[in-house]
């Protein structure tokens, strides 16, 4: 059975930075796709990056673009999400989750309970 479990959540401050891990288990691939999701207080869970299984791009949405960076180590079977530079407005409940590829969380099959990360001074 798939899982995946996030960890690495927690007190960061502007300007800090913060690694997200997604450890993932049941995988048949070796390299599947991975995608990371926030969902703040009172808002819609929207996509924050993503990368592919099948050719390896990276996705972020404009939001965070140029400041997290989204990885994978096959061997380990983990997902990581580095927050470079975070935002107050980046305090949200991440997820990762997999699906067959990045077009969504509608398309997520599989997400991890979430971990939590608030951005304060």
């Known amino acids: 059975q798939v899982q995946l479990v996030e960890s690495g959540g927690g007190l960061v401050q502007p300007g800090g930075s913060l690694i997200l891990s997604c450890a993932t288990s049941?995988?048949?691939?070796?390299?599947?796709?991975i995608g990371w999701f926030r969902q703040a207080p009172g808002k819609e869970r929207e996509g924050v990056s993503c990368?592919?299984?099948?050719?390896?791009?990276?996705y972020y949405s404009e939001s965070v673009k140029g400041r997290f960076t989204i990885s994978r180590d096959n061997a380990q079977k983990m997902a990581f999400l580095r927050m470079n530079r975070p935002k107050p407005e980046d305090t949200a409940i991440y997820y990762c989750?997999?699906?067959?590829?990045?077009?969504?969380?509608?398309?997520?099959?599989?997400w991890g309970k979430g971990t939590l990360v608030f951005v304060s001074p």
């Open positions: 989750a997999t699906g067959r590829e990045c077009t969504g969380p509608t398309t997520m099959h599989y």
């Open positions: 049941g995988f048949i691939l070796n390299a599947p796709t």
């Open positions: 990368i592919s299984g099948s050719d390896n791009r990276t």
